[in-house]
C-alpha cells in the first residue's frame, strides 16, 4: 500500500511542480518524485520485500563466492607452481609406433641430456603405476607408485622431512620414500615411525628409507598427489609395473632462456632419437595454460552460480507482478491526475531495481565472507577482486531492471477508469 492508500495526502503532481521549469528540471524532478513513491511502495510491502530480497542476496553471493574463489585457486596453483622455478623444462614422450612396437625414452636418453645440451644443467625421469600398497594386511588405499632417478626429488622440490632419499644407487633395489599421507598411515596401523617399516608394493616388500613433508599436488604428466605416493628407484617401478619413461624434467643451466633450452633439447632429440616424438614445454608456456584453463573453470563457476541468479531474479518479477495488480487504485489515481505511463512505469522499474540493488550489496557481503571462509579453512591467501565485486552490483541492478520491465509494462498500461472502478 502506497502513501495515498493509507489516507496521506496525495503528492503534488510533478508535472506541476515543474511548470514553468525547463525540460532538464522537470525530468529531474519526476525522476525523483518517483523514487519517493517506490521507496514508499517497498516500505509498506516490507515482508513481501525481503522474501524477494533473500532470492537476489542468495543469487548474487553464489556468484561472488564461486567467482572469487575460482580466482584464489586458480592464483595458489600458479604460486605454487612458479615456486618449482621458472627455468624448468618439461619433456613428454608423444606415442609413436615403429614396426608394431611403441618407441618410449630410456634411462640413457634422460641421463646424457645435461652432458650432451649445453643448455641444460641437470634432468631427472620419472615413471607411474596404479597399485595398492598394504601394511600388515590393511590396504593403505590405491596409491600411485612413483620411479625417479635421483634428481627428482630436487628439480620438483619435494622436501624431505625424515630419513633419507633413494638415489641412483639404489637401483632395482625395493626402497622407498613415503608421501606424509603414507607414513601417516602406517603409523595410524600401529608402527611407531614409518622409518624401516617394509610395505608391499607390486606384491613385493618394500622398506621405507625416508618420509617427505605434506606438500601440495603437482603437476608432473598428470596430477601427482606427492602425499599419497611412494618414490621407489625407478629401475624397480619399471620392471615391476611394466611401465616405460614418459615424462622427464630439465633444468635450464643459469642465464640461458627457457626457450633456447626448449629448442635445444628438442633438437637434441630430433638428432639421437628422430622417430621418437617428444613434447617439450617451459614453465612459462605451462602457466599460461594453467592461467587460460583457470579463467574457463572460473567462467563455468561463474555460470553455475548464476542460475540461482535467474531464479531470484522471476522471485523479484512474481513480486513486482502482484504489486501491480494490488495497487491498481493507487496506478490509477496516478493517471487519473496527470501522471503519464512513462511515470508509472518508471516508478516500477526503479522499485525492482532498487530491490535488487540492495539484494546486490548484500550479496557481495556474503559471497566475500564465503570466499573468506574457504581460504581460512584451506591455509590460502585472502583476496577479493574489486571488478568481480563492481560486477556483482551492477548485475543485480541490471538483473532488477531487466525482471521489472514487464510489470512496469503492465502497470503502465492499466486504463485509469476501470483501474480507479476495480
Known amino acids: 500500500m502506497s502513501r495515498s492508500d493509507r489516507g496521506s495526502p496525495v503528492p503534488p503532481d510533478p508535472h506541476r511542480l515543474a511548470a514553468g521549469a525547463g525540460r532538464g528540471t522537470a525530468s529531474a524532478a519526476r525522476l525523483r518524485f518517483n523514487a519517493g513513491e517506490a521507496a514508499a511502495s517497498l516500505r509498506s510491502m516490507l515482508a513481501r520485500s525481503a522474501l524477494a530480497l533473500v532470492g537476489i542476496v542468495v543469487g548474487i553471493g553464489a556468484v561472488i563466492a564461486m567467482v572469487s574463489t575460482g580466482e584464489i585457486v586458480k592464483e595458489e596453483s600458479?604460486?605454487?607452481?612458479?615456486?618449482?622455478?621458472?627455468?624448468?623444462?618439461?619433456?613428454?614422450?608423444?606415442?609413436?609406433?615403429?614396426?608394431?612396437?611403441?618407441?618410449?625414452?630410456?634411462?640413457?636418453?634422460?641421463n646424457g641430456l645435461a652432458s650432451a645440451v649445453p643448455a641444460i644443467e641437470s634432468a631427472a625421469a620419472?615413471?607411474?603405476?596404479?597399485?595398492?600398497?598394504?601394511?600388515?594386511?590393511?590396504?593403505?588405499?590405491?596409491?600411485i607408485?612413483?620411479?625417479?632417478?635421483?634428481?627428482?626429488?630436487?628439480?620438483?622440490?619435494?622436501?624431505?622431512?625424515?630419513?633419507?632419499?633413494?638415489?641412483?644407487?639404489?637401483?632395482?633395489?625395493?626402497?622407498?620414500?613415503?608421501?606424509?599421507?603414507?607414513?601417516?598411515?602406517?603409523?595410524?596401523?600401529?608402527?611407531?615411525s614409518a622409518l624401516g617399516e617394509r610395505v608391499?608394493?607390486?606384491?613385493?616388500?618394500?622398506?621405507?628409507?625416508?618420509?617427505?613433508?605434506?606438500?601440495?599436488?603437482?603437476?608432473?604428466?598428470?596430477?601427482?598427489?606427492?602425499?599419497?605416493?611412494?618414490?621407489?628407484?625407478?629401475?624397480?617401478?619399471?620392471?615391476?609395473?611394466?611401465?616405460?619413461?614418459?615424462?622427464?624434467?630439465?633444468?635450464?643451466?643459469?642465464?640461458?632462456?627457457p626457450e633456447v633450452a626448449r629448442r635445444a633439447v628438442e633438437a637434441h632429440f630430433g638428432r639421437v632419437r628422430p622417430n621418437l616424438r617428444v613434447s617439450v614445454t617451459t614453465a612459462g608456456q605451462l602457466i599460461a595454460r594453467m592461467r587460460s584453463q583457470g579463467q574457463l573453470f572460473t567462467l563455468?563457476?561463474?555460470?553455475?552460480?548464476?542460475?540461482?541468479?535467474?531464479?531470484?531474479?522471476?522471485?523479484?518479477?512474481?513480486?513486482?507482478?502482484?504489486?501491480?495488480?494490488?495497487?491498481?487504485?493507487?496506478?490509477?489515481l496516478r493517471r487519473a491526475i496527470g501522471a503519464r505511463r512513462g511515470d508509472v512505469r518508471q516508478q516500477f522499474v526503479i522499485e525492482s531495481a532498487a530491490l535488487c540493488l540492495s539484494g546486490g550489496v548484500l550479496g557481495v557481503a556474503l559471497g566475500v565472507a564465503v570466499a573468506w571462509g574457504v581460504c581460512r579453512f584451506a591455509g590460502w591467501p585472502f583476496s577479493v577482486s574489486t571488478t568481480a565485486i563492481m560486477v556483482g552490483v551492477a548485475v543485480a541492478t541490471a538483473v532488477g531492471v531487466f525482471f521489472g520491465l514487464y510489470p512496469a509494462h503492465r502497470a503502465s498500461r492499466l486504463d485509469p477508469i476501470e483501474a480507479l472502478r476495480n
Open 78 to 110: 600458479l604460486r605454487q607452481f612458479r615456486e618449482l622455478g621458472t627455468d624448468i623444462v618439461r619433456i613428454q614422450r608423444q606415442f609413436a609406433r615403429v614396426r608394431g612396437r611403441v618407441l618410449e625414452m630410456n634411462l640413457a636418453d634422460v
Open 126 to 143: 620419472a615413471v607411474d603405476a596404479n597399485t595398492r600398497i598394504r601394511y600388515r594386511g590393511q590396504v593403505l588405499g590405491q596409491n
Open 145 to 192: 607408485a612413483f620411479g625417479v632417478t635421483g634428481g627428482f626429488f630436487r628439480l620438483s622440490k619435494l622436501p624431505l622431512a625424515e630419513g633419507r632419499l633413494v638415489s641412483d644407487l639404489d637401483r632395482h633395489r625395493f626402497y622407498c620414500v613415503a608421501g606424509a599421507g603414507i607414513a601417516r598411515a602406517i603409523r595410524d596401523a600401529g608402527a611407531v
Open 200 to 257: 608391499r608394493v607390486f606384491g613385493r616388500l618394500c622398506t621405507v628409507v625416508g618420509v617427505l613433508e605434506s606438500v601440495p599436488p603437482l603437476a608432473f604428466g598428470r596430477q601427482l598427489v606427492p602425499d599419497e605416493a611412494v618414490f621407489m628407484p625407478i629401475e624397480a617401478v619399471m620392471r615391476a609395473g611394466g611401465v616405460g619413461i614418459r615424462d622427464a624434467v630439465a633444468q635450464a643451466r643459469g642465464g640461458v632462456e
Open 300 to 332: 563455468l563457476l561463474g555460470a553455475i552460480a548464476s542460475i540461482s541468479l535467474i531464479v531470484g531474479g522471476v522471485g523479484v518479477m512474481n513480486v513486482m507482478l502482484m504489486s501491480v495488480r494490488e495497487r491498481r487504485a493507487e496506478i490509477g
